[in-house]
């Protein structure tokens, strides 16, 4: 067939079927459904939800050898769980509770035609398994029954899953998806076929006009730029509602823009968005790293104080250990000078945070039981705290090439606490 014949063919395609439109990709789409038809070879049609993918396997099975047997579309994500597999495969009277009688399957009824499974990527995965049964070679058990039964039956799938991630997620088998997808054939959603959208809503609204009896509704020039304009989430399905509230709700046949605006979701336009994809060098992937990094830095903190305490109980001179550790106090305590709560009640404070001071050589039992919660904290450390800690560690250094001081920052301890920490995890 040549080029012409078989835009030809695709024209009569189009008026037999009423699909509207004349952009390339859907041109493609059809012309791959024509070439396939006289085959047995399994289509898996993908495509964004309401772009018309029920068109397709009827296309396929009015071109086939089948066409004078049964052509059934099944909506497996409409169907639950518990029932999905009587239902394509049949069952046996008592197989289950309210199995009063054996009932036939869509694979049986329909022997030497056509089966459409759209939303194929909601089956569950056993059935999954027992339809790669009928793939492979055309054999399937009733629930119930141990007895194999054959069938001849084309099959053509649709869906608006993501297959890959659903494979990646274990939600949908990789073999039965390779058997499904012999041949793909892609819908392009509405917001890529721009040349079609008024083309589209002209038709509703005549179709509208004619199911309703009353005049035709028309778009001014600015409604009809809203119309593209719009991203139209729900594509040719959306358009269609929107065609007929309009048909029947607006008194005025001329729709002008500000109208047909209030029609549409908020958030509808077909703008490009600029969306930031870098991040930040110490933004984290996941809540739990987040949580993971508070504790380190809980964990740094509690370390600084045990360090503050224990010179304080071997010195004793409560003045030198505050001019010694001045930067350490600094970065626990953070500058309280500047806290009038603080400041408000200095006698107070100065009672409770005060440290009696004594010789490292009169250390009462009173002292020990005081400071003994330094030893307890140091045994409840976990080994999955210690992970997570060089892991962090690994991760910012990496972040920035080696350079500690940076590290160091990011993280919230000192230089040289992280240069411990390398020698620590021998990094």
Not at 343 to 370: F, G, M, Q, Y
Request: charged share 30%.
């Amino acid at each position: 067939m040549g080029v012409r014949g078989l835009m030809e063919s695709i024209q009569a395609i189009k008026q037999r079927f009423g699909i509207i439109g004349n952009t390339p990709a859907l041109n493609r789409a059809i012309e791959k459904a024509i070439q396939v038809a006289p085959t047995d070879i399994s289509v898996l049609v993908t495509g964004e939800s309401g772009v018309g993918k029920e068109s397709i396997p009827k296309i396929i099975h009015q071109l086939s050898h089948r066409k004078h047997n049964k052509y059934i579309a099944v909506n497996c994500g409409a169907i639950p769980e518990g029932t999905i597999d009587s239902e394509l495969f049949g069952h046996e009277k008592g197989s289950f509770t309210g199995a009063t009688q054996t009932r036939e399957g869509y694979f049986e009824v329909a022997d030497g035609g056509t089966i459409f499974l759209d939303e194929v990527g909601e089956l569950p995965l056993t059935t999954q398994v027992r339809l790669l049964r009928v793939l492979e070679n055309g054999e399937f058990l009733k629930v119930g029954s141990s007895k194999v039964q054959k069938t001849n039956v084309r099959i053509v799938a649709a869906t608006n899953v993501n297959m890959f991630e659903a494979i990646e997620k274990e939600k949908f088998r990789e073999d039965l998806y390779y058997r499904l997808s012999t041949v793909d054939i892609h819908l392009p959603p509405l917001r890529d076929r721009q040349d079609d959208i008024h083309l589209l809503f002209r038709k509703f609204a005549s179709d509208f006009a004619l199911k309703y009896k009353m005049p035709t509704i028309k778009l001014t020039d600015a409604a009809i730029q809203t119309l593209l304009k719009h991203r139209w989430a729900g594509n040719i399905r959306q358009l269609r509602n929107i065609a007929e509230q309009l048909s029947v709700l607006e008194q005025n046949r001329t729709i002008s823009a500000e109208t047909l605006k209030s029609y549409l979701p908020a958030t509808g336009s077909n703008l490009p968005a600029v969306i930031k994809t870098s991040k930040s060098e110490s933004d984290f992937s996941s809540e739990r790293e987040i949580l993971y990094k508070v504790l380190f830095d809980m964990k740094s903190d509690l370390n600084d104080l045990k360090k503050l305490t224990l010179e304080l109980m071997k010195n004793g001179n409560t003045k030198d250990v505050e001019k010694k550790n001045e930067s350490l106090i600094q970065k626990i305590y953070g500058d309280d000078e500047d806290d009038a709560e603080y400041e408000e009640d200095t006698t107070t404070n100065s009672e409770v945070l005060s440290i009696p001071e004594h010789s490292a050589n009169h250390t009462t039992p009173e002292t020990l039981d005081k400071y003994h919660f330094a030893e307890e904290i140091e045994e409840e450390e976990t080994l999955s705290l210690q992970d997570k800690e060089l892991e962090l560690i690994k991760k910012s250094l990496e972040r920035h090439q080696g350079k500690r001081k940076l590290a160091a920052a990011e993280l919230g301890i000192s230089e040289r606490t992280l240069y411990r920490k390398i020698k620590q995890y021998d990094l």
